[in-house]
């Protein structure tokens, strides 16, 4: 008798296991995100977020081709950093029709050319007569990245005469900052929102122009029909919006942090709670 009870014991065990084994995989999310600091702090947001509520979320670094085909071929669930209408539209225009534009997270993101305050000129128009004092270099990112793309026709648009340097944005930022503490001349490819703003003192170039046009919006976008599979998740990715002064603290945290980024964002969620509770659906 008590050999039955045990093995009807460890059949319910088994059952039970399975259940919950059939549980965490129905609560599997991936999301993916580039080396740019307002994608890792929003990232890893959402996550400590989706964490709370049961979710196993599993975090896929890569440069931006890859992360719009997987996107495309539902082998990464979210992108959280899409710059629209100008800077990722190469890569809208090519994997669109199999994507789906979530949200909007943020809608004062703006690209171009930055450089410290101290360096004198103001316009993109100036720098040919300052090659000399720039090394004939503009300091780049990643080389598949859409401020790279819209860089190159920059170049063409004002018959610059320089070369764009290809490096990964944190390099570009460590490059920054050598030559701010050596007071050189330097110009990057610089977006905002982003941290260096807030630890130097720089400015971004006129655009004449308008290459790098005006403002832009960054939204979450994930593969098409994700939010009939997943319509938690996509609602709170829907409500989950930031203003410069939130983005700002976050991407602070993050980039400051000695830990990891997933603890930068957790402590940033446990001082904003209020403001993260009113992204939460009800269920």
């Known amino acids: 008798m008590n050999r039955l009870k045990t093995t009807a014991v460890l059949l319910l065990a088994a059952l039970l296991a399975t259940a919950c084994g059939h549980l965490n995989n129905d609560k599997k999310i991936s999301i993916a995100y580039a080396n740019w600091s307002e994608g890792i702090a929003m990232s890893h947001l959402a996550k400590v977020i989706l964490e709370e509520h049961g979710y196993d979320v ?9 992360i719009f085909a997987s996107l495309s071929r539902k082998k990464a669930d979210v992108f959280m950093d ?38 004198t000129i103001q316009s993109i128009e100036e720098l ?76 971004v170039l006129d655009d004449p122009k308008q290459i790098y046009d005006k403002a832009e919006s960054i939204h979450t976008v994930t ?43 957790r402590q940033w969620m446990k001082e904003h709670q209020a403001l993260v509770d009113s992204w939460i659906p009800t269920q």
């Open 82 to 119: 899409v710059w629209m209408p100008v800077t990722m539209h190469d890569y809208m225009e090519q994997y669109g029709d199999k994507l789906e534009i979530i949200s909007d997270v943020y809608d004062n993101a703006r690209i171009g050319l930055v450089v410290p305050e101290y360096v």
């Open 128 to 203: 040919n007569g300052y090659k000399d004092k720039f090394s004939g270099k503009i300091i780049g990112i990643d080389a598949g990245a859409g401020i790279m793309k819209t860089t190159e026709k920059v170049l063409d648009g004002y018959g610059l005469d320089y070369k764009l340097m290809t490096a990964s944005a944190p390099a570009m930022t460590t490059s920054l900052g050598k030559a701010i503490q050596k007071k050189e001349w330097v110009v990057v490819t610089g977006w905002t929102p982003h941290w260096m703003f807030g630890r130097y003192k720089l400015k």
């Open 223 to 265: 593969w098409k029909g994700f939010s009939e599979k997943e319509p938690f998740v996509t609602e709170l990715l829907r409500n989950i919006r930031l203003n410069d002064e939130q983005i700002s603290s976050l991407m602070t945290a993050v980039e400051e942090t000695r830990k990891t980024e997933t603890y930068a964002a």
């Open 58 to 66: 599993r975090m896929l670094n890569a440069d931006l081709a890859p």
